[in-house]
């Protein structure tokens, strides 16, 4: 099978068999073998008997519907364990993706050897209160994950070689930095293409502006497990061990100064009426309790049954 056309959706009745159909169209004119999954996310309008009738008058159309509303990311994952087609695309359901891409996502993954092509839509038709955060977003997205040719991280029209959506789990909110899952997956070869944005037709948008800091909150996740995931005390450890010294340094400080006016019979006060005795104390408390984090990090790691779990490419084995 050529394409597998995953469409996550909620409450999408209205558009969903107009974008069937121009689906169905798209693939038809340029000769593809394929598949349309919607996964319904737990719609509470009509949505699932929209597809269910879909599915009676095309079989090309797969459907999954959740008993209730998991989120962008779970839908995803679902489609993307059930895609058989050599090549995955997504796009959302309220017709503001154009299914006239395909064509050119395809050829560019097929023949100029992208593992992903994630869509830029350069010229949008939302709001200036959406437009700004999401500049901002995908400005602070490109300098943690290190991809930077793209400019529109959360764009849902992507496109994939089958080998990646099989490589890489998406969760919670994570469906915004996909490209960045792959590259820690080992999938390297990312690219962009600039795609046609449409106004909404039907209905009104699923997302407010907590999105905004719930995917903040997510790229430091992401940054942390990729870079520390699996070796914690590199970061808590050395947290730990840095304040650790500084507080015990200032306590010599302090302890020192008060021999030294004991000595010289110079005036003195106790080392308790320091505040900086208790902020050195401070110091040495918060660094053994990130030494032990790390540690106890460790200890998880150590025992986390995909510890030696590795992507391989290619094996040659030799017979003897």
Request: with cysteine; aromatic share 12%.
């Given at each position: 099978m ?7 959706l909620?409450n999408e ?8 159909a ?9 000769g ?7 996964v ?9 008997q929209?597809?269910?009738?879909l ?9 999954v519907?959740?008993r209730r ?16 087609g ?9 017709l ?15 023949q ?8 830029w839509?350069?010229k ?16 602070t ?9 793209l400019h529109?991280?959360?764009c849902?029209?992507?496109?994939y ?13 994570m ?20 795609v ?24 430091g996740?992401?940054w942390?497990?990729s ?16 304040m ?31 505040p900086y005795?208790?902020?050195a104390?401070t ?13 106890i ?11 030696n ?9 030799t017979?003897?």
């Amino acid at each position: 099978m050529d394409i597998s056309v995953i469409v996550p959706l909620y409450n999408e009745a209205e558009s969903l068999p107009e974008l069937e159909a121009w689906i169905a169209r798209v693939m038809e004119d340029n000769g593809f073998s394929y598949e349309i999954i919607f996964v319904d996310d737990g719609s509470t309008d009509n949505s699932w008997q929209i597809i269910t009738g879909l599915g009676k008058n095309n079989r090309s159309v797969r459907g999954v519907s959740f008993r209730r509303n998991y989120g962008k990311s779970p839908a995803l994952n679902t489609g993307f364990t059930r895609a058989r087609g050599n090549v995955v695309i997504t796009m959302d359901a309220d017709l503001q993706d154009s299914p006239d891409e395909i064509p050119e996502l395809y050829r560019m993954i097929t023949q100029d050897g992208y593992d992903l092509v994630s869509g830029w839509k350069q010229k949008r038709y939302d709001p200036l209160s959406k437009t700004i955060p999401t500049k901002l977003f995908n400005a602070t997205a490109r300098r943690v994950s290190g991809i930077h040719n793209l400019h529109d991280f959360n764009c849902g029209l992507k496109a994939y070689r089958n080998d990646v959506v099989k490589h890489i789990e998406v969760y919670g909110d994570m469906h915004r930095y996909i490209p960045y899952l792959a590259k820690n997956a080992g999938f390297k070869r990312i690219g962009e293409k600039v795609v046609k944005h449409q106004a909404r037709k039907y209905g009104t948008t699923k997302f407010g502006l907590d999105r905004f800091v719930n995917g903040y909150l997510d790229l430091g996740t992401l940054w942390f497990t990729s870079k520390f995931g699996a070796k914690p005390m590199h970061l808590f450890g050395l947290l730990g061990s840095l304040m650790f010294l500084l507080g015990l340094i200032a306590v010599a400080v302090v302890g020192f100064g008060k021999l030294y006016n004991l000595y010289h019979g110079l005036p003195y006060r106790l080392v308790t009426e320091s505040p900086y005795f208790f902020l050195a104390l401070t110091l040495m408390v918060i660094g053994s309790q990130l030494f032990l984090a790390g540690f106890i990090g460790e200890l998880v790691v150590r025992n986390s049954p995909s510890r030696n779990h590795y992507e391989i490419q290619q094996e040659i084995n030799t017979e003897n």
